[in-house]
């Protein structure tokens, strides 16, 4: 329980909604530090996956992305946001199909923020399409 806490406090301090000028580097070495230490802490899993992508590193995220979805701790809007960032990092990879498919799994867990999604950089790639447009207008008649 001790190791919960810690991981707790640690996703606490980091402000993933502040950009940086400097970069995330230090903030993920720092996480990456804790998870050698605690490595079944999805939180941190979730959080080390989202600065990842924040750093245009896509292949990274997604290892620690999915490694955030495989604990049976990962779940509602957090398993939400999650799929959302995967669905980002395949977007940014040119994925289209993978995208789509995190993006509709991710639906039922809430935490998609319709009017987040319609300006995300991440998401640029498939702005125009039509899935995507359907899905917008579906989560907006949600709400």
């Not at 993978?98 to 702005?127: F, I």
Request: neutral net charge; aromatic residues 4%; glycine residues 6%.
């Amino acid at each position: 329980m001790e190791e919960r806490r810690r991981a707790m406090l640690l996703s606490k301090e980091i402000d993933l909604r502040s950009p940086r000028s400097h970069g995330r580097g230090e903030e993920i070495r720092h996480i990456e530090a804790t998870l050698r230490e605690l490595p079944d802490q999805e939180r941190l899993h979730a959080i080390h996956g989202h600065l990842l992508l924040v750093e245009g590193k896509l292949d990274q995220a997604q290892l620690a992305l999915e490694k955030a979805l495989t604990s049976p701790l990962c779940v509602g809007s957090a398993r939400g946001g999650v799929l959302y960032n995967l669905a980002c990092a395949f977007a940014r990879k040119g994925d289209e199909n993978k995208c789509r498919s995190h993006l509709l799994e991710a639906r039922p867990y809430g935490g998609l923020n319709v009017e987040w999604m319609q300006k995300d950089p991440d998401l640029q790639t498939v702005m125009e399409r039509t899935w995507f447009q359907e899905l917008l207008t579906e989560l907006s008649n949600k709400s």
